[in-house]
């Protein structure tokens, strides 16, 4: 009868930690045997402040979800980025690869650029990724600078790539991202650093 109970305890037990290694995000190295390539990242993001753009920030999770395979986006808190709306140009703040906060400014889409497009562009950002000036429609991180008609909201494949060494395996190089505040506006400068 006592080992029946110990044995119930020790399962219930390793049941708990297995559902809690399960839901918990991944940040922690593979484990020796384990390829790199089989740690994935999981990223919670916080949109409940984004006003209209809640769904569009979702659609934007999905589509990197979607692109990479190392790095997995999902809604939750505690959050690793929130995501926030004003009436100001889209901007994102990262303090640390897969760490931030977007703001989805209305002033980008009242001028016509593509929703979408701003919001995947800017979850690049907290993924590790600079703005591109390219002017390539096929270029996510050109942003601004391809054309107001541009509504490509994937990443090119040298983008997926850089995400992907961003995030290989858990060894999260302190120094992978440039930290501080990416405008992507015509009249600001490049870089505004994190103070």
């Given at each position: 009868?006592?080992?029946?109970?110990?044995?119930?305890?020790?399962?219930?037990?390793?049941?708990?930690?297995?559902?809690?290694?399960?839901?918990?995000?991944?940040?922690?190295?593979?484990?020796?045997?384990?390829?790199?390539a089989?740690?994935?990242?999981?990223?919670?993001?916080?949109?409940?402040?984004?006003?209209?753009?809640?769904?569009?920030?979702?659609?934007?999770?999905?589509?990197?979800?979607?692109?990479?395979?190392?790095?997995?986006?999902?809604?939750?808190?505690?959050?690793?980025?929130?995501?926030?709306?004003?009436?100001?140009?889209?901007?994102?703040?990262?303090?640390?690869?897969?760490?931030?906060?977007?703001?989805?400014?209305?002033?980008?889409?009242?001028?016509?650029?593509?929703?979408?497009?701003?919001?995947?562009h800017?979850?690049?950002?907290?993924?590790?990724?600079?703005?591109?000036?390219?002017?390539?429609?096929?270029?996510?991180?050109?942003?601004?600078?391809?054309?107001?008609?541009?509504?490509?909201?994937?990443?090119?494949?040298?983008?997926?790539?850089?995400?992907?060494?961003?995030?290989?395996?858990?060894?999260?190089?302190?120094?992978?991202?440039?930290?501080?505040v990416?405008?992507?506006?015509?009249?600001?400068?490049?870089?505004?650093?994190?103070?």
């Amino acid at each position: 009868m006592r080992t029946a109970r110990v044995v119930r305890t020790v399962s219930a037990l390793l049941l708990g930690l297995a559902v809690l290694f399960t839901v918990s995000p991944a940040r922690a190295a593979a484990p020796a045997g384990e390829s790199a390539a089989a740690a994935v990242r999981v990223l919670r993001y916080d949109a409940s402040r984004a006003a209209e753009f809640r769904t569009v920030m979702d659609q934007a999770a999905q589509v990197w979800n979607a692109a990479v395979t190392n790095v997995r986006l999902v809604a939750g808190t505690p959050a690793d980025f929130v995501v926030l709306a004003d009436d100001g140009w889209p901007r994102t703040s990262v303090t640390g690869l897969g760490r931030g906060t977007i703001w989805m400014g209305r002033e980008a889409t009242a001028e016509g650029y593509y929703p979408l497009r701003i919001a995947t562009h800017e979850i690049g950002h907290i993924l590790g990724l600079p703005d591109r000036r390219t002017g390539l429609c096929t270029d996510l991180m050109s942003g601004h600078s391809a054309p107001v008609s541009c509504t490509n909201a994937n990443p090119s494949a040298a983008e997926r790539r850089a995400v992907e060494a961003n995030f290989a395996g858990s060894a999260l190089r302190a120094g992978a991202v440039t930290t501080g505040v990416f405008v992507d506006r015509p009249d600001a400068r490049d870089l505004v650093p994190a103070p």
